[in-house]
Each structure stands twice: as structure tokens, then as C-alpha cells.
């Protein structure tokens, strides 16, 4: 995570630089926002990675004579027979069909999109899957 995090303190760098060159270059002030806004995202996604490198053991990545397989191991959970994400990505179709054919299409999207998000968050506290 150390090299994370300075690598976007650097890309933060860049972005700034970037940012003043463009801003009194150009004088245009939506392009200099968005790219002060960009610094500020850096900023903050590095400082993040940073600061949590010290809290955390080092890993794989941090050492350069480690191998790929160094950080192999399970990476989590993936429910395998969900049909939530189905729900969730017809309802976010047609939520973003309705931005461009018409509002009324966000009526048909928005329970979909509740069924979808709650079906998948609450998908193993029912039936034979809940936790005791």
C-alpha cells in the first residue's frame, strides 16, 4: 500500500502542476476547477493509502522480491446464484433510459432498482441461508 499511496502523491503532483499551467494559460474556469478537483481527489485517495500502509502489515507488493503468488489466498465471497444483479442492472437501464427518452420511465426503474438493492443486500438473512 506505501507504493499506492506515493504514487498518487505524485499523480496528485502532476494533476496540480497541470492545473495552474491550464488555469493561467487558459483562463477558463470549468477545466481548472475540474482539474484542482482531480488534485483534491488524489490527494485524498493517497493520503488514504498512506496512512493506512503504516497501520497494516506489510504486503506482497510492498516487498520487491516477492512473487505474484505471495498474495494468492481467497479473496472473499461472490454469491454464485444471485439473480439480484439481473434486477439491478434492467432497473439501471431503464433508469438511464429515462434520462434520455423521458421521466416517466424512472416510475418502472425505481422498484426494480429497490428490489434489485435489497434482494441483494438481504439476499442470505431468509430462508435456508440465515444465520442464526
Known amino acids: 500500500m506505501k507504493i ?5 502523491l505524485g499523480l496528485a503532483l502532476f494533476i496540480l502542476i497541470i492545473a495552474i499551467t491550464y488555469g493561467v494559460w487558459s483562463k477558463e474556469p470549468v477545466g481548472t476547477t475540474a482539474l484542482v478537483l482531480a488534485f483534491g481527489l488524489s490527494v485524498m485517495i493517497g493520503f488514504y493509502l498512506a496512512f493506512t500502509a503504516r497501520r497494516v502489515d506489510a504486503l506482497a507488493q510492498d516487498n520487491k522480491e516477492a512473487d505474484v503468488a505471495d498474495e494468492a489466498g481467497e479473496v472473499g465471497f461472490f ?22 427518452f423521458g421521466w416517466w420511465l ?9 428490489i434489485g438493492l435489497f434482494g441483494w443486500v438481504f439476499e442470505y438473512y431468509r430462508g435456508e441461508n440465515r444465520t442464526q
Not at 499506492?4 to 498518487?8: A, I, S
Not at 454464485?80 to 439501471?92: K, T
Request: aromatic residues 16%.
Open 4 to 8: 499506492q499511496g506515493k504514487m498518487f
Open 106 to 114: 424512472l416510475f418502472f426503474s425505481a422498484p426494480l432498482l429497490l
Open 79 to 100: 454469491s454464485p446464484h444471485s439473480w439480484q444483479p439481473l434486477s439491478l442492472a434492467i432497473g439501471g437501464a431503464f433508469a438511464f433510459m429515462g434520462v434520455v
